[in-house]
C-alpha cells in the first residue's frame, strides 16, 4: 500500500474528436478530510499541514485561478467533461480555502487559551483585603452595655472622624501607637476610654453635657489590653484594627454576633462587622495583584460555568489565603507553595483543584494536583486540562505581603 501522501503515475489518453481534443485523466487523488481541534488541524495526508494552506496549496489540490470574464469557444464533444472538471476544481478551491480558515481558526484559539497578567486600576474579579487582629463575641454587660476596641494600626492620615450619634450603649476603647487627631459625635450612652499617655487627641464636635473621654492606666498590647478590658469590663464585644482610617460610624445596630463570649484575637474581615461603616483610603496595600482573560469567553458548553484561577509565585512567602465566593456555580483552580493554605468560605456550589491543602468549614481537602512551575501560562493550561475545558473566565496572581490575606469574588456577570 503507497502512502496517502503519494500519488499514483499520471496516464493520459487522448482522443481525437471532431477536431478536438479530450482528456481522460485516471489519477488517483488522496481523499482530504479535516478535523477541526482547538489544539492544531489534521489531515489525511501528512503534507497536508496548515503550512500549506498558508502558502495557498494543499500539494496535489491547488487553488483555482480566477475565472475568466470571456467566454471559451463551445466544444460539444468535451463539454460535459469540462463541466466536470470545474466543479471539481471550485470544490478542490472552497476545500483549501476552507482548510486555511480552520487553521487560522485554530491558531487564535490556541494563542487565546492564556493571557499575560499585568497591574491593572482596580481588579475586576477579585477584591484583596489584609486580614487584621480582632475579634466579635455576643458578650455584653449585665446592663446591655456593648464593650468594643478600637485598635488604630498605620495611618496615611494623622486625622480621622468618630460618629456614634446611632450607636448602642458602649464602652468605646481606643489604641493607636501613633499621634492622631480625632473629631468625634456621639450620644449621652457612649462612653470613650484612653491611655493616660495616649497620643491620640480628641475633640468633640458639639457638647454632649457628659464627660465623654476618660483616661486610665492601661496596656497598649493587644492581648494584655483584652485582658484588662474583660477585667474592668467583664468582657469584650469585639476588637477591631484598621488601617489608612478616614472616617468610622456606627450604623445602628447591636453590636454582639452569636456565638461564644470570649474574645480570642485572631486574623478577621472587619468588613463582615455591620455594626461599623468604616471608610478607609484607597490606599496601596503591600501586597500585590495582577490579572488577566482570555480575549473570548464563551461560557462552558456543558453548564455555563466560570473557571477562576488563582496563582501564588514560588519566590512570595507561604501564606494562608481566606477566598469568599458567592453562590453561583464556579471553579476555581487555586495553585502556591507548598505549605500554603486555602481557605474557602461559602463555597457550596464550587469546585475546587489545588495542589495545595484547601479547608472548608468542616473538611479538608489534600492537594488534588502537582503543578512545580508557576508560570502563568503553564498553570493556565493545567487548569484548562484538570476541569476539561477550553477557556477561563480570569487569571489572577497573588503575591501576599502578609501571612493572612482575604480574596473576594466580585459578583460581575460582565465586568468592564
Not at 503550512?51 to 463551445?74: D, I
Amino acid at each position: 500500500m503507497r502512502d496517502s501522501g503519494q500519488q499514483e503515475p499520471q496516464q493520459e489518453q487522448e482522443e481525437e474528436a471532431g477536431g478536438g481534443r479530450s482528456i481522460k485523466s485516471n489519477v488517483r487523488r488522496p481523499e482530504l478530510q479535516l478535523t477541526y481541534s482547538t489544539k492544531t488541524i489534521y489531515t489525511s495526508t501528512k503534507s497536508h499541514r496548515c503550512s500549506a494552506a498558508r502558502q495557498g496549496r494543499f500539494s496535489n489540490y491547488p487553488l483555482p485561478p480566477p475565472k475568466s470574464t470571456s467566454t471559451p469557444p463551445r466544444d460539444p464533444d468535451s463539454a460535459h467533461t469540462s463541466a466536470s472538471d470545474l466543479n471539481s476544481a471550485d470544490m478542490e478551491g472552497h476545500t483549501g480555502r476552507l482548510a486555511l480558515l480552520l487553521c487560522i481558526t485554530a491558531a487564535f484559539s490556541a494563542s487565546s487559551q492564556t493571557c499575560d497578567p499585568k497591574e491593572v486600576a482596580g481588579n475586576p474579579w477579585f477584591h484583596m483585603r489584609e486580614m487584621l487582629t480582632g475579634c466579635w463575641t455576643s458578650f455584653v454587660t449585665e446592663n446591655k452595655t456593648e464593650v468594643h476596641i478600637l485598635n488604630f494600626g498605620a495611618m496615611h492620615s494623622t486625622m480621622f472622624s468618630l460618629n456614634m450619634e446611632d450607636a448602642k450603649p458602649m464602652d468605646l476603647i481606643l489604641t493607636s501607637a501613633v499621634t492622631l487627631y480625632g473629631l468625634y459625635n456621639i450620644n449621652a450612652g457612649v462612653r470613650i476610654h484612653l491611655s493616660n499617655n495616649s497620643s491620640m487627641f480628641l475633640h468633640a464636635n458639639h457638647l454632649t453635657g457628659t464627660t465623654a473621654v476618660h483616661k486610665h492606666d492601661m496596656p497598649t498590647q493587644d492581648d494584655e489590653l483584652v485582658k484588662w478590658a474583660s477585667k474592668k469590663f467583664g468582657g469584650v464585644t469585639s476588637f477591631t484594627t484598621v488601617r489608612n482610617l478616614i472616617s468610622i460610624k456606627s450604623t445602628g445596630t447591636t453590636g454582639t454576633k452569636p456565638g461564644s463570649r470570649d474574645c480570642v484575637l485572631k486574623n478577621e474581615d472587619a468588613s463582615e462587622k455591620h455594626f461599623l461603616e468604616i471608610q478607609i483610603e484607597d490606599a496601596p496595600l503591600a501586597s500585590s495583584l495582577t490579572s488577566c482573560s482570555p480575549p473570548q469567553q464563551p461560557k462552558n458548553q456543558v453548564d455555563g460555568a466560570e473557571l477562576h484561577i488563582i496563582n501564588i509565585p514560588e519566590n512570595t512567602s507561604i501564606s494562608n489565603v481566606l477566598l469568599r465566593v458567592d453562590e453561583k456555580k464556579i471553579r476555581v483552580f487555586l495553585r502556591g507553595p507548598q505549605g500554603t493554605t486555602w481557605m474557602v468560605l461559602n463555597a457550596q456550589y464550587t469546585q475546587f483543584g489545588s495542589n495545595n491543602d484547601i479547608l472548608l468549614p468542616n473538611i479538608r481537602i489534600p492537594p488534588s494536583h502537582t503543578l512545580n512551575s508557576d508560570n502563568a501560562r503553564d498553570v493556565q493550561r493545567k487548569a484548562l486540562k484538570v476541569f476539561n475545558v477550553s477557556t477561563f473566565t480570569s487569571y489572577t496572581e497573588l503575591r501576599p505581603a502578609n501571612s493572612t490575606i482575604l480574596l473576594v469574588l466580585v459578583n460581575n456577570d460582565a465586568p468592564a
